[in-house]
């Protein structure tokens, strides 16, 4: 837990942060905005909403809307003229690529970064081991997809998008055998009940930055630099910074199917990644370590042998596919 600073200026006056719209990016700003109230109490604290391109379209999977900033650009906007002071995200969210005159200027304590499974409340078994042969499971995002159809091609996988009531709902509705969601968003808004298995890293790596949230703001903004820097985690963020550059080497995004996980074990840090085709018929696994301080330059490097043992080639499939996919109107 972060020392709490003594009477400073900078803990005084009004912040404003951005937020996006969802229960879960809501949980979020508030729980940053709490964190930051409990550490400068002369400090007055506004959430201001904002709706990003990725909140409009939900009728179309993520994969297909062909934008890496689905859910961050209209916060940077509101961020670079002014209009907000900080902006609230889920790293995963946040492109490799942030725009001139924003950085990252604190990354939160990481929750847990596994992903879950959660049957349908109708049927028998609660483990995704369980499921009978051609069993539908439900997920929006390639990475889970592709490592699903690797464990098991016979899964037919349904696209699902939209907020975790909604999800939740749409379950119920359903024919579905389950569905695959982030644990860290799950135990957020209070439905760890509904969860019926912890999925294990063999089967599911998570995405880039699951389970911790960024604070965007200006470069040069020393007052609030000053105001979010106690909220920063140095363990999370070198396993975070890690995982970006590997994905930034590969020019990835959410329409690629790549899982990471970094870690400090034992005083290494640790890396292990997968790039896998988008039917899972081809995957390649890796894993490195070194010194916690370099974790970024052992990210690149992963993604470099990665490259080599395969994932060039799996990567040029799938980009050569986007490509000749029409992008859905907005």
Known sequence: MPVRPGPTSFGTGKLIVGTRGSELALWQSSFVQSRLSSLFPSLHIE????????????????????????????????????????????????PTQIPEGLHIGAITEREDVRDVFIAHPKKSFTKIEDVPPGAKIATGSLRRRSQLLHWRSDLVIIDLRGNLNTRMKKLEKSDWDGMILARAGVKRLGWEDRITQILPFELMLPAVGQGALGIELRIGDERVSNIVRPLHHRETAQAILSERSFLRYLEGGCQIPIGTYGRIENGRFVLDAVIGSLDGTKTVKGHIAGDPDQSESLGTKLAEQLLERGGREILEAIRSVSQNTPTPGV
């Open 47 to 94: 959430l201001n909403v904002i709706k990003t391109l990725g909140d409009k379209i939900l009728d179309s999977p993520l994969s297909k809307i062909g934008d890496k900033g689905l859910f961050t650009k209209e916060l940077e906007k509101a961020l670079l003229e002014g209009s907000i002071d900080v902006a609230v995200h889920s790293m995963k969210d946040i």
